[in-house]
């Protein structure tokens, strides 16, 4: 009788269930927006949340298959989701209408991710606020102040490589950017030498490598049930990673505070200002860039927290950037050699490797690009509707809380936009090219006011990481590597199954 009872109990409940979704997987039918046949009970995505396709090559075959609709939707399991497909709308909802579109829909519990507690994913006054604070940290006084730290990596990187060339080895060169970038990034934010371009398997490295084990599921129930996040205490990340960096910031804080006559000009520099005045003391005439009020003072938990995300952010695209973009120099040999000749020859006008010399080297530039485009580190991008809006072009009322996707892996690759979307070709980003197409349909970085403020960092890290390898050594690919690649469905950002081995020669 009570086994009865209880099976009884599960078909009512599995009844109400699935009256309930699709009660609910009605949302866009009567909204008149194209949305393909949802299944019971994961929507339309259970390709992502089974671990069979990686997010943002799932937002890239869908955008394929139905961009032409201009927008359709999706269900996250019974919550409805919109995908943006035509460039016109995403400028609308990026830039045009941003008033209404300006969070990223990441719900954050500071108690419980206090290192979240930043630019990328804080929402409304709050962001406002604080983007106004740090956009003076990536101006070109403070890049170019910050150069030579960064250079420093890239000679020992290239330098802990030199073996290896004569040797003719091969390289598994995610791991060794993501030890690069690592460096640089503890330096520039931390003020610590990591070592880890030498010590493959330090605490810091093993750290960056913590930050990257946040599991999908748990970004999938955040986005559609943050409440079940709240009730059972679930942590993002480890929260071993929190104590790590709160403490190593912590230190870093009071070891500078204890050596004011040591003048360091990088990240933690700033963020000690900020703490200090609310505000960045220029260094040549002590004057403030920001207003003095007390209360726009960054807290230490505030200030913890923009330490982490540019950690986060600093070592991680850079990294899969170099990445693929000398994969693709290592495929490409005549686009290699063009981008030495370009480096060589200025390296020799400006007598070495400088701020104004990187800035010069155009063809460089357009090989990044073009990495970008084929591999942007982040392949879509989220916001959420904040307030009812009228999205004008398709005349379709988007009620308030709704989560908007825009698939950026999906446009960089389609063929209507870049001709030939596979192929390898930096000179899509000359000028005229680029004046030919819409200019959102280019967002490595995002688009808008919510744009990442670290691109211009990112670059130059990128830049002193292939000047300082290709000046000196050539990249060839290796039989181990399994191409057409296949990213890991575990990562946010397109991380290869396998890794990427090349051949490093002397020149």
Known sequence: MVLFEAIEAFIIALTI?????????????????????????MGNMSAIMTGRKQAGVYAHDVYLKYKDHRIFGLY???????????????????????ESFHDRGLYINEKINPLFDNLVFINGKKWKTLRKKL??????????????????????????????????????????FARYTTDVIMSTVFGIKSNCIEESNNEYRKQSKNILRIKISRIILNM???GIMDLFSIPLIDRSVNTFFTNLFRKSVKNRRGHKEIIRYDFMNILIQLMDN??????????????????????????TSQSFIFFLAGFETSAATSMFAIYELAENQDIQDKVRQEIDEILEKHGGLTYEAVNEMTYLEKVINETLRKYPPIPMLNRICTKDIDLPIVNIRIPKG????????????????????????PERFAEDEKAKRHRFTFLPFGGGRRKCIGEPFGNIQTKIELVSLLSKYRFKPHSQIAVPFIFNEKFFGLAVKGGVYLVIEPR
Request: net charge negative; charged share 30%.
């Open 17 to 41: 269930t699935y009256v309930y979704y699709k009660y609910r997987f009605n949302f866009w039918k009567k909204r008149n927006v194209f949305n393909p046949t949802p299944s019971f009970p």
């Open 224 to 226: 559609s049930m943050p």
């Open 278 to 303: 609310g505000y960045e003391v220029e260094s040549d005439n002590d004057e403030k860039t920001d207003v003095t009020s007390t209360v726009n003072k960054l807290t230490m938990e505030e200030a």
């Open 402 to 425: 709704i989560p908007i996707v825009i698939p950026v892996l999906g446009l960089h690759r389609d063929p209507s936009i870049y001709p030939d979307p596979e192929r390898f070709d």
């Open 76 to 98: 996250l399991l019974f919550k409805p989701i919109l995908v943006i497909a035509d460039p016109n709308i995403i400028q609308i909802i990026l830039a045009k209408k941003f």
């Open 135 to 176: 956009m003076p940290t990536f101006k070109a006084e403070n890049l170019k102040q910050m150069f030579d730290i960064v250079k420093e990596c890239g000679e020992e990187l290239t330098n802990y490589l030199e073996t290896k060339a004569q040797m003719r080895d091969s390289v598994e060169m995610k791991d060794m």
